[in-house]
């Protein structure tokens, strides 16, 4: 069925270079539709639909709606909100009926990772349950890329393109110099290293990574000094890629376990140091030679100066599909990837039921990796590719990326 | 006098992102030139001079040349290598003699910031002094800005407008949170702190940094606290730029006095920490809020993918020009550019005595400064802008920069 009167659209979790580009997909399917009267958006996320905090975007200048299209960060705002099942606790479920109803939200977007398809599936449930009818769609985003029955994610492809030219960058950097030089740059994934895969990305093995860790991959101290031997033997530079998430063979972090990890600072505080730090460590105990530890984590998630065109392109329709589901009377799914073509590359559009992508996580297949573990292999380059394909335009002024401004304006104190 | 022989290039010091523009420059009109027969690279700069380590690169691929104009590093390699005065010890200069000698080399094209004109000068004068013809024209790089007698530096625009860019995307990253966190960047600049003031360059003022700290205002952690609370008390999140180089009023380094700076780690040993992590620590201690430390000191210089055209044409200019008065008889000068117009923005190229420039600082201009000494003003804006200005087009390859590559024939083992 389907329902007349608003929607809303709200962002949930980690922000991305692209997530804006499905908040523009929303907004500008929604104004051509001609079918929504009000479009909302929630402030912060589900923290937005439990206070009230809701902007009423339906009059935002459609050239800000464009630029919303590179510009990063979750411009409404997010938020990570674990709502109970409503069985425990129905309060929050009422708070967010409440302002349905007040606004006459009949069409909910939710954009999202994997924790935020669960928090959609619930709402969705509990909005069926009520009898209140409202459309929901999940919209998918994570640089982590780890949701599962989809494809890949939007967000992954921009955050990949950033990884791997900064690590080039990197690479061309250190060779300037003769004198051995080791970077270990950190990278984004607990449990999943799509994005530390990513780092290999480069044109030719010269410029890419000699070593890389991933968490689906124990991870061995030993077998990781003597991998940097083994590079140092050959080369005076060496650069590695690890992932935030990796760990041994108790499946503890190296972070938990690794030199006992207490880093103390000058005020006396135990510190919990990053993985990098910490195999900087290891390698400085182990290796006579300089260490330089990078932390590209912030950067990687909203390097908008740098994203895929592909990746723009795909959150967008993302978006549009999202409302155009909606409004064809579909509700309780995620939009997904489906690779329809490898080469030439060809993603088409599906709907997944959020029930199913909810809570769980996609790996790297382990048949990916080197035998080694400290690489990867041809079947990942030939699936990310891809997806950091083409340049967007980024609009300029002054020298320096023009950014959307939106006035948001809010309905309800 | 014009001599008739081969010419020389060498890079020197840091790298940065156009530094290669400048080998494309001096590589091009050397060919271009017809009077100029070989044209050779040392390896590793000065190194490559001492211990006869030459690249013949007459013959590398036209098209490669061209790629160096957007390729970041140094793709000859670089070095630092300060030079005894030649009355204290002469032998590393019969060395080069020895090797210009064999290699009829006539012009030498130095490339580097401010120690390296001093290097630049004894070369120039221990030629003339031993009566070889040679002409000696140094090649400005540094992304600090610092050098002497030039109205700025190449490297300078590239970082500056990465810098910028990158702390605005940080922003709207960080601002995606009603959570409270302060991010603090370290930026490069021990003396001086022109890559820290590039930090503020934003379209509007809520998009750059709330602080900036730069070595030339004297640094009180008193003051920097009450700094950070007033910020605070008016909004959640606080974004901090500052410069490694900041010192307190006893002219000691922030990073040397503050906290006593024992940050031990977890084999025992005391590491430096950078000053941001030290400010890190301080704000952890009086304010109870998130910290989060960005080190982007080694993306900043090498950060191609986001250079300013102006930069990298004007660092291509450098090269050009070297080799052109080198061609005219000139020798024992550095490049410099010379503002000839604000408004539209027009810089012309002048001869500086590579005595003047050499092992001297230019630092911000104090009353660029706010009175508070936590920010820039109009100025410094009207200065940077047009530095930043205009984007390459980098050419890519499969979604990545294809960089150079170059052959390096070696002429002599």
């Not at 990513?198 to 990781?224: C, H, Q, R």
């Not at 908008?304 to 723009?312: F, L, V």
């Amino acid at each position: 069925m389907i329902p007349e009167g608003n929607c809303i659209y709200a962002q949930s979790g980690g922000p991305t270079s692209v997530i804006n580009a499905s908040a523009a997909g929303v907004i500008k399917t929604a104004r051509n539709s001609g079918a929504i009267p009000k479009i909302y958006a929630a402030a912060y996320g589900v923290k937005g639909l439990l206070n009230h905090t809701i902007y009423d975007i339906s009059e935002e200048d459609p050239k800000e709606i464009d630029l919303l299209i590179t510009t990063p960060g979750s411009i409404f705002g997010t938020s990570r909100y674990k709502l109970k099942t409503f069985e425990e606790d129905e309060s929050d479920y009422k708070k967010i009926l409440d302002i349905f109803k007040k606004l006459n939200i009949r069409f909910f977007f939710f954009n999202g990772g994997n924790d935020s398809m669960d928090t959609c599936n619930k709402i969705n449930s509990y909005l069926k349950n009520s009898g209140y009818d409202c459309n929901v769609i999940g919209i998918p985003k994570t640089v982590d890329n780890d949701l599962q029955e989809t494809d890949h994610c939007p967000g992954f492809g921009s955050a990949a393109k950033f990884i791997s030219t900064t690590i080039t960058e990197m690479r061309l950097d250190a060779d300037s110099y003769d004198s051995g030089l080791v970077i270990i740059a950190e990278i984004m994934g607990r449990n999943a290293g799509w994005l530390t895969a990513a780092s290999a990305l480069a044109l030719n093995e010269e410029l890419g990574p000699d070593l890389v860790y991933l968490p689906e991959k124990t991870f061995s101290i030993e077998k990781f000094i003597d991998d940097a031997r083994a590079v140092l033997a050959k080369k005076k530079n060496l650069i590695i890629a690890v992932s935030e998430g990796i760990r041994d063979d108790k499946g503890q972090y190296i972070t938990d376990v690794a030199g006992n990890n207490k880093v103390v600072d000058s005020f006396g505080h135990k510190q919990l140091g990053g993985a990098a730090t910490i195999l900087g460590e290891i390698l400085k105990e182990k290796i006579s030679t300089r260490i330089r530890t990078m932390d590209i984590i912030l950067s990687q998630r909203c390097a908008a100066h740098w994203a895929s065109k592909t990746d723009i392109e795909e959150s967008f329709m993302a978006g549009k599909c999202a409302v155009e589901y909606a409004l064809e009377g579909k509700s309780g799914y995620m939009i997904g990837f489906e690779r329809a073509n490898s080469n030439p590359y060809n993603c088409i559009v599906k709907l997944i039921d959020v029930a199913h992508t909810a809570n769980r996580e996609k790996t790297v297949p382990l048949d990916w990796l080197t035998s080694e573990g400290n690489g990867v292999t041809k079947p990942f380059f030939d699936y990310a590719l891809p997806l950091i394909q083409g340049e967007p335009v980024m609009p300029m002024e002054k020298g320096l990326p023009r950014f959307a401004r939106l006035s948001k304006q809010k309905v309800l104190s």
